[in-house]
């Protein structure tokens, strides 16, 4: 078996990744942040165990603490014992541009003291812009990358409107009484 890439991890979270998130999303499986961790753990451990050379290679952690950062992010994957990506994640109405940076800047500092290779946003939305970090990335230039999955951006607004009318049914649940 091939040693596992950057290259191939990248691919993976832009394409399969992507796309198990989006059709979890628009099926009404994710509904908080909480889920779509749970999705992505699940997904992220499984393209691992599928493509590492030795057992054990790679771990997929929740919200550790990384005190050197002193941060909690949302994914960390290990390669051995270094942080090899940095994931964090966001489920929200639309991303704001603010709240993209606020992220954005604890990937990179993650990146300036753990050494990771590559800091991931992750989030899930129903309107708003393909990209929310408009422009170049700086510092972040070859190390932060969006994941955007946007429901405006892939379905036609009317179903999204029929989305999210499911969503809120779903979302804040009431007993009907009789």
């Not at 998130?21 to 509904?31: P, T």
């Not at 990384?66 to 909690?72: A, E, G, I, N």
């Not at 989030?123 to 969006?146: D, L, M, N």
Request: charged residues 35%.
């Amino acid at each position: 078996m091939n040693k596992l890439s950057i290259k191939d991890f990248h691919r993976f979270m832009r394409g399969p990744f992507a796309d198990s998130i989006e059709r979890a999303f628009e099926k009404h499986h994710i509904f908080c942040e909480a889920d779509l961790q749970s999705f992505a753990w699940r997904e992220i451990k499984s393209f691992l165990e599928k493509h590492e050379e030795t057992a054990g290679k790679f771990r997929v952690i929740n919200k550790p603490f990384l005190r050197d950062c002193r941060t909690y992010p949302d994914l960390v994957v290990f390669r051995r014992r270094i942080p090899w990506f940095v994931v964090e994640l966001k489920e929200s109405k639309a991303m704001k541009e603010k709240s993209a940076q606020t992220e954005c800047k604890k990937l990179i500092r993650a990146k300036n003291v753990l050494h990771a290779k590559r800091g991931y946003l992750v989030y899930v939305a129903r309107y708003g812009q393909r990209h929310a970090i408009s422009g170049p990335k700086g510092e972040g230039g070859r190390f932060f990358f969006e994941v955007p999955i946007v429901l405006e951006q892939s379905l036609p607004k009317e179903k999204v409107t029929e989305w999210a009318k499911e969503f809120r049914n779903w979302a804040k649940y009431v007993v009907k009484t009789t």
